[in-house]
């Protein structure tokens, strides 16, 4: 029952999405869209209540629309469902989670005080620990220069930087703890890798390619 009101779900978010096509466009090209995003919030939330959503450009196409997952991994064959019912809709592609970030490793982030945080992790460096045949890995990161900030707010940061490098899909389904550390013995430090190869790394390691 639930497969057959979710494929029913699914055909009317897609044909209402190719419907709007232009108007989400203007509203990704910064023209004002009045209360789109809102729009956007509940045709997601009619379509399927556990997942979130996502636009921003495209990876091999001008645009991308992602349906989130929210970190839980049951949330992925719901998600994938979806987006497999998805028509094709031209300079648009689909993606299950937040795909990979064609990024310089910046960002921004919210502390508890709501107050925005910039964060630039381009000089981290990492080490990975892999187990059952490299299934899964924990991440450290080594952040010298990371704002003052708590253990939980440096969690958040090392999601959004594994989330950034191999997309929220893959952050879910091959990486347990994310650790980030302000320091560590210098024979660590000199086994850590500069965290723009984190992508490839873990794609050569898992003989996955994240898109």
Known sequence: MRQDRLKSNATSFWAWFSENRSQIEHFMTGSPQGD???IMSNKVHALAPELGWELGPGIQAIFSFALTLNGNIQNIAIADAIICAAPAVANWEMHVGRPPKQWQFNFEMENSRGQRIAISASTWLYSLVGYDDNSS???VFIA??????????RWQAGDIAVQGAIGERARIELI????VVESV????????????????HLEALSGRKFV
């Open 36 to 38: 789109f995003p809102e």
């Open 137 to 139: 890995f924990d991440v």
């Open 144 to 153: 010298p220069d990371l704002p003052a900030i708590d253990r939980n707010a």
């Open 176 to 179: 347990g703890d994310v650790d």
């Open 185 to 200: 013995a210098d024979d660590e430090l000199e086994r850590m890798t500069p965290i723009q190869y984190l992508r490839e």
